[in-house]
């Protein structure tokens, strides 16, 4: 199971990222003080916090994925996100962007 920080600035949105998350079997983190102890983010970059924090997550290779109601931006894509998702998206391709970040060479490709 994998710890995924969620920073979303809207709590209804953050509730239905929390759930899928769940969905995975992985354990959704809101308390962005526990950034040390996280496999992969969901951010929400078009805030200051958010983009904050996905600079500080970027430091240590988290794995980010960014999902947001305003196009990419060249200094968020020099972030390298794992995936970004333009609000409002399917719920599938945050799921298959996560398990992507999270694992991302295919099990039929590893040596």
Do not use: N, Q, W
Not at 30 to 42: F, I, L, N, P, Y
Not at 76 to 105: G, I, M, Q
């Amino acid at each position: 199971m994998a710890r995924i920080l969620i920073c979303e600035p809207h709590d209804d949105i953050s509730a239905l990222l929390e759930l899928v998350v769940r969905r995975l079997g992985h354990e959704p983190v809101t308390d962005r003080d526990c950034g040390d102890d996280v496999d992969a983010a969901v951010i929400e970059p078009g805030t200051e916090e958010g983009l904050s924090v996905a600079r500080e997550l970027r430091e240590r290779d988290v794995p980010l994925l960014f999902t947001s109601i305003y196009p990419a931006e060249p200094e968020v894509l020099a972030l390298e996100p794992a995936a970004y998702l333009v609000k409002p998206f399917p719920l599938y391709a945050l799921e298959r962007a996560l398990r992507a970040a999270l694992d991302p060479v295919p099990a039929a490709l590893a040596v």
